[in-house]
């Protein structure tokens, strides 16, 4: 078991696990719960996820490397449906309106 990441807090922690177990590596979250003895502890604990199998390091980081990416993204642009003429926000794939896929 190795330690792949260091979260900035819990919810980039789970949003990293669930997306490594979508990709089949197996990993756990450490530490998830300390922030809840901040005063007691020191105020830069934050939790870590960990690859459970030595073999799945490599893959990853590969696939951390593209969570953190997918952050760092440039919002799309607002899209107008051809179906209905809505404007859509870039956030989304579908039409809010109509249900029609963006073109």
């Known amino acids: 078991m190795q330690r792949l990441y260091q979260a900035g807090d819990r919810i980039e922690a789970q949003l990293l696990s669930d997306f490594l177990h979508r990709h089949l590596v197996e990993n756990a979250i450490f530490g998830d719960y300390l922030s809840g003895a901040i005063g007691e502890l020191p105020a830069n604990i934050y939790p870590s996820i960990w690859i459970v199998h030595d073999r799945d390091l490599s893959r990853a980081r ?25 404007l859509v926000d870039g956030s989304f794939d579908l039409c809010w309106h109509c249900g029609s896929e963006r073109p």
């Open 62 to 86: 590969d696939l951390l490397r593209r969570f953190l990416d997918d952050g760092r993204r440039e919002p799309a642009p607002s899209w107008v449906c051809r179906n209905c003429g809505e």
